[in-house]
């Protein structure tokens, strides 16, 4: 994650390496120097109980990841095995395109790269749930 820019803006929490850390000044913008940095904002976090979709659980099994829960490299696997059936559920090139890129990203250990193209899935799988009233 070295050069890493962050927007944080007044009241956002971060959990960074396991610490939460809150922003309680003005909005400020920070650069992650640090490689191997465990950080995710927890805005975007996805409770484990909201997490009912199959890319719900996987973006959660991700932010775990992210923070440093659990054994990261069985989490990426268990993530990059379940790549394989959403490839078989969403039929439009487009998210397959996304599942193909979530997939490269596991692959070559770039965890938030890999979240943000699951945070574009989840807005897919949601409107096709819309769709069909699920």
């Known amino acids: 994650m070295a050069g890493l820019m962050l927007k944080v803006p ?3 929490r971060l959990s960074l390496n396991g610490a939460v850390i809150e922003n309680v000044g003005r909005s400020a913008r920070l650069r ?9 904002r927890l805005r975007d976090a996805i409770d484990p109980r909201e997490a009912d ?3 719900g659980r996987l973006c959660h099994a991700l932010q775990m990841i992210l923070v440093g829960e659990g054994d990261s490299e069985a989490l990426r696997s268990e993530t990059l095995a379940a790549l394989q059936p959403l490839r078989h559920a969403f039929v439009e090139a487009a998210d397959r395109a996304c599942i193909d890129e979530i997939g490269a990203h596991l692959q070559e250990g770039r965890d938030y790269q ?3 193209a699951l945070g574009r899935l989840r807005k897919r799988e949601a409107a096709i749930l819309m769709r069909h009233g699920a």
Not at 32 to 38: A, C, V
């Open 10 to 12: 007044t009241g956002d």
């Open 32 to 40: 992650l120097l640090t490689p191997g940095t465990q950080l995710l």
């Open 53 to 55: 979709t199959p890319v």
């Open 114 to 116: 890999a979240l943000r």
